[in-house]
Structures are given as C-alpha cells and as structure tokens.
C-alpha cells in the first residue's frame, strides 16, 4: 500500500501535468486492484494453515511441499504476485509506479523512487526465506497437521490468483478502465 502512497504523492508533487504523472497514478489504481487480489488470496491461504495446526507460528513449519503440493503452488504463485513479478499483476502495478514516480523528474521523488525498489529487495528476501523454510526445509513439528486444499478452498483462492495472472499477461483490458479515470484524478491533483 505505501507504493500507492508513493505514487499519489509523486503525482501530487508534480506540478504540471505530464504522461509520467498520469502513469503513476494509473499505477496506483492497478496497484489497488493487485492488492485486493493477491492480498485476499494470501489471507485465505493462511486460514488453511490456521485451520489445520491452529497456529500462524512459521517457525513451527517446514517441508509442507511434501504433504499439499497444490497448497505450496497456490502460496508460491501468490507471493510472487506480491512481489511484483512479471507475467502477474503486481508487476504491471509496481512498474508504472516506479516508471511514473521516477519520471516525474522532481529530486524528491526519483530518491524515493530509488528507496522503495529496495523495499521490493526486503520484501523478496522476506517471502524467499519464508517459503524456503515453510516449504522446502525440514518438517516441522505442525506439519503433520497439514493436508492440501480441500475443493472448496481451491475454489474460493484459485479465482483471485487466475485474475492476477490475466492481468499480468494482458492487463490493456483492466489498463482501458482505470486510464480515464487516472486522468480526472490527474486534473483534480493539478488544482
């Protein structure tokens, strides 16, 4: 969500308008979308866990590719959408953020610009190691307790993931709605 911030406040920071700036805030409203998407699929997935072994405590995890390799997919496909990977919408998202916050040209904006891509640095760092150590390492004294998805979670995460993968691949239809209206937002932040 800060990259939306980010995105607002480059935009706000940019007095005249420019192609860079509408880009930045098309960026945000893709972002919006991305987030609701990719976020609702994480929460959802964590509710399996939580619903099998009752505890969130990743520590208490490992090896669960083993046992629910289409839970393991799910998780991997949905934290690379939230990193911003390409080929899933928060790629499409984090790009014409940064490329409109760093066009903006304003000091301020390409150093925070250059800031917050180290954010996605941490972030990846962050979702690697969980999924290595969850997922990959040694079994864990919960992860006997987890079985893959049951069809009905299948059905309720699958729709979010396959939405972020459609707009990642061929985002002109989501890109067609939210233009015009980043456009009346760019005029309204020029007053």
Same mark, same amino acid.
């Given at each position: 969500?800060?990259y939306i911030v980010l995105a607002l406040g480059?935009?706000?920071?940019?007095?005249?308008?420019?192609?860079?700036?509408?880009?930045?805030?098309?960026?945000?409203?893709? %972002?919006?979308?991305? *987030?609701?998407?990719?976020?609702?699929?994480?929460?959802?997935?964590?509710?399996?866990l939580w619903d099998r072994a009752q505890s969130?405590?990743?520590?208490?995890?490992?090896?669960?590719?083993?046992?629910?390799?289409?839970?393991?997919?799910?998780?991997?496909?949905?934290a690379f959408a939230s990193l911003g990977l390409?080929?899933?919408?928060?790629?499409?998202?984090?790009? %014409?953020?940064?490329?409109?916050?760093?066009?903006?040209?304003?000091?301020?904006?390409?150093?925070?610009?250059?800031?917050?891509?180290?954010?996605?640095?941490?972030?990846?760092?962050?979702?690697?190691?969980?999924? *290595? *150590?969850?997922?990959?390492?040694?079994?864990?004294?919960?992860?006997?307790?987890?079985?893959?998805?049951?069809?009905?979670?299948?059905?309720?995460?699958?729709?979010?993931?396959?939405?972020?993968?459609?707009?990642?691949?061929?985002?002109?239809?989501?890109?067609?709605?939210?233009?015009?209206?980043?456009? %009346?937002?760019?005029?309204?932040?020029?007053?």
């Amino acid at each position: 969500m800060g990259y939306i911030v980010l995105a607002l406040g480059a935009a706000g920071a940019s007095t005249p308008r420019t192609p860079a700036r509408d880009l930045a805030i098309t960026g945000a409203v893709t %972002q919006m979308v991305s *987030h609701g998407l990719v976020t609702g699929a994480l929460f959802l997935l964590t509710g399996v866990l939580w619903d099998r072994a009752q505890s969130y405590d990743l520590g208490r995890y490992g090896g669960i590719a083993g046992r629910a390799p289409v839970f393991t997919k799910l998780v991997v496909v949905a934290a690379f959408a939230s990193l911003g990977l390409p080929g899933l919408s928060g790629f499409i998202a984090e790009f %014409q953020i940064f490329a409109g916050v760093i066009g903006t040209g304003t000091a301020g904006t390409v150093v925070t610009g250059g800031l917050a891509i180290l954010g996605v640095l941490i972030t990846a760092a962050l979702f690697l190691r969980v999924l *290595h *150590h969850a997922f990959l390492g040694r079994p864990g004294e919960l992860t006997p307790r987890v079985g893959d998805v049951r069809p009905y979670e299948l059905a309720a995460v699958a729709p979010l993931l396959l939405l972020s993968v459609i707009i990642g691949i061929a985002p002109r239809w989501l890109l067609d709605l939210i233009e015009p209206v980043a456009a %009346q937002i760019a005029a309204l932040v020029a007053r």
